[in-house]
């Protein structure tokens, strides 16, 4: 039988495996010690050694750590938990000079830092693979460690390896559309447990075009009750959050729940109706998803969404740039939707700035970095909060 960690079990394989800081000894006496969940009684953490242990593995890359332990008893015996840790150094990686796409280990587009990183781990992942053969392989990480398990878990079912099972906290987007679409088909809609905050910053980043999983499918989204924004990315806090969940009898409930809050997808009215509000916003996980919903609905109006995919050399942005100046051209309704786009994203930016007669796609650029670099400021203040190391 294939068990689901409940939420608090998740949390403490994301939290302890920062632990991996001090060494083996106290990541294997983290998760030992934990008294919030009984991961020490289903896994064993006894075993856990530098990479290539049939019982274990500890794996050290540049900018992270992850754990590999084995199920124990006899529900979890053919069981196998991966966690790995985050880094502030994510906040380098989703900056424009480092979001590019590369193709993952599975042929799809993904985000150039991450991947990168992933490839580090790779050897060690697939060596444990090549002696042991479990049945259902657990995928957890906060941060970084979200994005990575994104994309072990999509390396795992690829291969068909074993069942997996995803489960992140505050991760960023990983992937573009085609490659959240593949994990969400390969895994199971019911097997990934995104769970953040609707203000935690780092998981609303990178934007669009990259997509989280799954897709489609509901996220566990929290509100944050009791602590500010730049708390929103700390593990204590997500602890804070799902405490009330963890009295359900059964993993599945309380997941179930989670999911239940799930923020809906918005409206073909519902987005031209914001386009043409004139009131004034505020950078939030609604007025983020709803600038990545209007890009999607007017690329795909102007019938210009996938024109730019094949071409090399540029990134996201530059793409995305591109794209919207040929909407903009498309006619006369499509261009006011862009331009209405355009002075959403300044008035978000607190600039004062008056789009001219002519869009080109060197403007559209600055306008987008702005909006970036303000995001940005606030998952750095996110990440300097956390206490992510």
Known sequence: MTTTLNVMEAWSAAFNVYDTLEGVDAVSQAFVKDPSSKLRENFDFSNINFMGSKTGAFIHVKSGFAIIAPGKNIANKNEVLIAIRGTDLVADWLTDANSGLQISKTGKMVHAGFNRVFEELMPQISNYFSHNNPTTVHCVGHSLGGA???????????????????????????????????????????????????????????????????????????????????????????????????????????????????????????????????????????????LGEAVEYILKAAGVGVMLAGIAGLTVLDKLSYALELAWKVDREISSWVVALLKKVIQLTGQAIVIQTTVTAAFIRWVFQLLQSAVMRFVKQSLAGSGVI
């Open 148 to 290: 990575l398990a994104n994309l072990t878990a999509d390396w795992l079912a690829n291969k068909k390896i074993a069942n997996t099972k995803l489960y992140t906290f505050g991760a960023p987007r990983v992937g573009l559309l085609p490659f959240a679409d593949r994990v969400t088909q390969n895994i199971g809609e019911e097997n990934i447990f995104r769970v953040h905050h609707d203000n935690d910053f780092v998981s609303l980043v990178p934007l669009w075009p990259f997509a989280h999983t799954p897709q489609p499918g509901a996220s566990c989204r929290i509100s944050n009750h009791g602590f500010g924004t730049f708390g929103a990315h700390k593990m204590e806090n997500y602890r804070a959050s799902l405490l009330p969940y963890s009295g359900e009898k059964n993993a599945e409930g309380a997941w179930g729940k989670l999911k239940s809050a799930s923020e809906p997808v918005s409206s073909e009215r519902e987005i031209k109706e914001w386009l043409s509000l004139d009131t004034a916003s505020i950078i939030s996980s609604r007025v983020l998803g709803l």
